[in-house]
């Protein structure tokens, strides 16, 4: 079905002036030794890239850029050489076919993601250092070097091999962020199966709605997983998943709580013993490599599969380049298995980073936790969330007086937008030559379309640039590129790591409605955006739930910026309900801060906060007080499902409330809605 193109939504009344000074310039010897520096030059020798600009970074990436998306063959095989992947077999081409959906990248090309990711224990230089760092709530980290990960892979590769297991076939992992989920995925990508994981806090509906749609014939799982200083036991929903998983084969336990195996389940320990060598399969580019997952907050969840090849040439681009990471760096991003942020960052094992593996709560014993494990790895890059940026503004958190962040140059945050304060605080309370990175993208894509650069500078309230290999626009509603106005968030170009396909999508039709339906041959992503002239780019919201008032459209975002701001708001959700009679009904529901109290007073501050700062349209009709705001499993606000609710569809209908963190809070919405159509009714 073809989605009607919306008009864009008007965002805060620009203001006059000159041009924003930067937050933050890398100087000259930052940028001198940026790998994405040392690339473009070297691009520029080997590959027919434009030359750098002598002393301006920013023309120079703007020039990187363009030819990045003009010349994707060029681009692409200069990223696989820089990197030096190792194709088994050779390529017949870069990019056979340009189309979207169905480009086809490599063909011919054979190589294994797993062999790239385990390279640095080949080196006996990094043997013994550490590939991952263990992290729980007791802040001390426990290392695994690169030659017992390499170990450990290898051996379950073997079992699994033994297990019956060959390549194409699917496994899964219920399992938190520990090391054996990622050596359970390298031993599966070394197999050539396909990996799917969800973390241990979906309930069992939420991870059937997914495992079963991919028929896994392995399962990891873990008795339990311990979260905000307290043990959580799983073995119920560990017996519910078996039951209702018919193709398992095997059950390999992991013994997180020290509980022994259910019958009938293989020990960890035993499937991991002994020296063995890695044989790594080598598949075709385009060969799965893993699953994720669609939040699915009304339907089930999209089932994105995404490729070998294609996850490895991203990767390194993004985590080597963009994120300038290598060898002696460290990652740390607060994440779980249940995101694709959890992919990401053991991916950069690919490019010889250290890989941060925090088990807990992002709050636990207190709200500067994470800064607490940034400090103790000594971490290059910590990457978290906007949402956890301002819990720590509001809660007085004071990072750089309170812990040594000397190691980490890049603070790097993405699941929604960084208001302005976020930036002003990290720069405050962190450090004043702090590289913000915040950074957008999609589990789409399992990448950022914009975000980090290392050469360029930091605007306040800016993503710095679109990435390299990503032809990312701001559309009108009939395909026409905007620059200082806000439009649709587009993908002109093929990117390696979009999906191969949706599984159990025969036809394809569920993955083109996906993404092109709006714009044939062309991704449009349901953000809204606005690139500036100089290059950054701002997001609004997700286009999808937009709101309109009186014809003009706004994103979300701009309103849960301004509004959050107040200490006297925790967190907020806006929405936009079509009434029956024509008219438009624009409620703003919202949390108050602990010991806080939603009056008349704090009513009135908030909708003069929003007059002031973005304008009377952003006003909204009723300002409520909720007990919480309900997220999609990865943390995403849950817009779209609370709208169709006001507009009378039946809870069970506008959502699937195992895609939800918290199932009653939608319950509480129902009532509201249920009531206020009694009011209009009488």
């Known amino acids: ?193 396909v990996w799917t994981s969800c973390a241990p806090d979906f309930g069992a509906r939420s991870v059937l709605d997914r495992f079963r749609q991919t028929e896994p014939v392995v399962l990891f799982t873990v008795d339990g997983y311990r979260y905000g200083g307290k043990e959580h036991d799983r073995t119920a929903t560990v017996a519910e998943l078996r039951a209702g998983l018919p193709t398992l084969r095997a059950v390999v336990h992991i013994p997180v709580l020290g509980g022994a195996a259910p019958p009938g389940a293989l020990e960890w320990a035993e499937q991991t013993a002994g020296p063995a060598e890695p044989e790594y399969a080598q598949v075709p580019f385009d060969h799965p490599l893993w699953v994720l997952y669609s939040s699915g907050t009304t339907g089930l969840p999209k089932a994105i599969v995404q490729s ?94 309170d812990h040594d962040l000397s190691a980490t140059r890049c603070v790097a945050t993405t699941g929604s937008p960084l208001p302005p304060d976020g930036f002003r605080w990290l720069h405050e309370e962190v450090a004043a030559d702090l590289w913000i990175a915040s950074v957008s993208g999609g589990t789409d894509v399992c990448s950022c379309f914009a975000g980090a650069v290392p050469t360029l500078p930091v605007y306040t309230g800016e993503l710095q640039a679109a990435c390299l290999g990503t032809g990312l626009q701001s559309w009108d509603p009939h395909g026409r590129p905007l620059t200082d106005e806000v439009g649709e968030l587009v993908v002109t170009t093929p990117m390696p ?92 529901f919202v949390v108050p801060a602990e010991g806080a109290v939603l009056d008349d007073a704090l009513r009135e501050r908030i909708r003069a906060v929003l007059r002031r700062e973005l304008s009377p349209r952003h006003v909204p009709d009723e300002v409520i007080e909720i007990p919480g705001v309900p997220h999609t499993l990865t943390g995403k606000r849950i817009e779209v499902p609370v709208k169709r609710i006001f507009q009378g569809v039946p809870l069970e209908k506008a959502v699937n409330p195992g895609s939800v963190d918290d199932p009653g809070l939608l319950a509480h919405f129902a009532r509201l809605a249920a009531a206020r159509a009694a009011r209009g009714a009488d």
């Not at 950069?348 to 494990?373: E, F």
């Not at 979300?556 to 009434?579: N, T």
């Open 308 to 401: 070998q090849g294609g996850i490895l040439v991203e990767h390194l681009k993004q985590l080597g380049l963009h994120c300038d990471l290598g060898t002696g760096d460290r990652i740390f991003w607060y994440t779980s298995t249940g995101w694709m942020m959890w992919n990401f960052l053991v991916s950069g094992l690919l490019v010889g980073a250290t890989v941060v593996l925090y088990d807990g709560s992002p709050g636990h014993p207190h709200t500067g936790a994470q800064w607490l494990v940034a400090e103790r790895t000594r971490a290059t890059l910590f990457g978290t969330s906007a949402a956890y940026v301002t819990a720590c503004a509001k809660a007085g958190v004071h990072p750089a007086r």
């Open 497 to 588: 790591s979009m999906p191969v396909r949706f599984w159990n999508d025969p036809d394809g039709s569920r993955y083109r409605d996906s993404y092109f339906g709006m714009f044939p041959g062309v991704w449009r992503h349901g953000d809204w955006i606005t690139l500036t002239s100089r290059g950054g780019v701002v997001i609004h919201g997700r286009s999808d739930s937009t709101l309109n008032r009186q014809g003009v459209r706004m994103g979300s975002a701009d309103i849960y910026e301004a509004v959050e701001r107040l200490p006297e708001v925790r967190e907020s959700l806006v929405i936009g309900v079509e009434q029956p009679d024509g008219g438009y009904w624009m409620p703003l």
């Open 1 to 193: 079905m073809t989605t009607a193109p919306a008009e864009p939504p008007a965002g805060p009344d620009p203001a006059p002036g000159p041009a924003p000074e930067p937050l933050w310039r890398p100087g000259p010897e930052r940028v001198g030794q940026a790998r994405l520096t040392r690339f473009h030059r070297w691009a520029a020798e080997r590959h027919g890239a434009p030359q750098p600009l002598s002393g301006d970074p920013q023309g120079s990436y703007a020039a990187l850029h363009h030819w990045s998306v003009t010349e994707l063959e060029a681009f692409w095989r200069a990223v696989a050489e820089w990197f030096g992947v190792s194709f088994t077999t050779p390529y017949s081409a870069v990019l056979a076919d340009r189309a979207m959906p169905g480009a086809r990248w490599f063909p011919g090309a054979t190589l294994n993601y797993a062999q790239h990711a385990l390279r640095a224990a080949e080196d006996p230089e990094l043997a013994g250092r550490p590939a991952l760092l263990r992290v729980d709530e007791r802040h001390r980290p426990e290392p695994v070097s690169w030659a017992e990960l390499r170990r450990q892979v290898a051996a379950l590769a073997a079992s699994l091999r033994r297990l019956g297991v060959r390549p194409g076939d699917r496994v899964a992992g219920y399992l938190p962020n520990i090391p054996e989920a990622v050596t359970a995925l390298l031993a599966t990508a070394a197999v050539g199966a």
